[in-house]
């Protein structure tokens, strides 16, 4: 099955810097990334999609990018604000015929921005 | 509200009851996950409906565990017999069929603690 690797497990920057986040899979198959933010004692919340067609994807201050030869893919937050603050998951999962679109899912990364 | 609803948000009980959960998905999506998330994990993938049909079961649900979509809109997971390490969130997600990968949309999650 698939194995979604996420790194770093924490990261702490300075409000206004960047953060980036990498993810890796395993199955070559996967072809649906999508980054949740999950604050304390709250729903995990889609930030950002991107599919294997794609190289790269931006919404705002978010921007993902996809390598598919490497098989990661990182999430990059500039401007970082302390409201940024939470738990970043990565997942993987594949869509081709018959799959059910399940996630596999990254152990998570606690970003902390220092005001 | 038309996001994921789940009841109830908090269950205590000990260990060797019953429990049944419930989740209501948002009304247009036909698909619908169940997740089991520990601390400082991501969530973990239990099982699938799409409509009232259950189409996988993750090797981590147990004989324990059974869940039900019984008329392709709410769906309810009871665990039989708990123990200990069913202490977790259980979240709920679902999304929209069609083609493609849609998004999936979590609900506030319901956490078991098992004394």
């Known amino acids: 099955g698939e194995n979604v690797e996420q790194h770093p497990s924490t990261l702490s920057v300075q409000e206004g810097d960047s953060a980036v986040i990498k993810c890796t899979y395993s199955?070559?198959?996967?072809?649906?990334f999508p980054w949740y933010k999950q604050e304390l004692g709250k729903r995990p919340q889609l930030i950002i999609d991107?599919?294997?067609?794609?190289g790269e994807k931006k919404d705002q201050r978010i921007a993902v990018t996809l390598n598919k030869t490497a098989k990661h893919f990182s999430l990059h937050i500039t401007e970082t604000q302390p409201e940024d603050s939470a738990v970043y998951f990565c997942?993987?999962?594949?869509?081709?015929?018959?799959?059910?679109?399940?996630?596999?899912f990254g152990k998570g990364t606690l970003l902390t921005v220092n005001p | 509200d038309t996001g994921v609803s789940q009841d109830p948000r908090h269950k205590i009980t000990k260990r060797g009851q019953n429990v049944t959960f419930r989740c209501d998905p948002i009304?247009?999506?036909?698909?619908l996950y169940w997740y089991r998330q520990t601390l400082g994990q991501g969530p973990e993938f239990l099982t699938y409906?799409?409509?009232?049909?259950?189409?996988?079961k993750s090797r981590l649900l147990s004989d324990r565990f059974s869940a039900e979509r019984p008329k392709g809109s709410f769906s309810t997971l009871e665990i039989q017999r708990t123990e200990q390490g069913d202490s977790a969130m259980y979240l709920c997600?679902?999304?929209?069929?069609?083609?493609?990968?849609?998004?999936?949309?979590f609900g506030d999650g319901t956490r078991l603690s098992i004394l």
């Open positions: 997600a679902s999304s929209q069929g069609g083609q493609g990968d849609q998004p999936q949309h």
């Open positions: 199955d070559s198959a996967s072809n649906y």
């Open positions: 991107i599919r294997s067609n794609v």
């Open positions: 997942a993987a999962s594949r869509n081709s015929g018959g799959s059910n679109y399940k996630l596999t």
């Open positions: 009304s247009e999506h036909n698909r």
């Open positions: 409906f799409q409509n009232e049909a259950q189409l996988e």
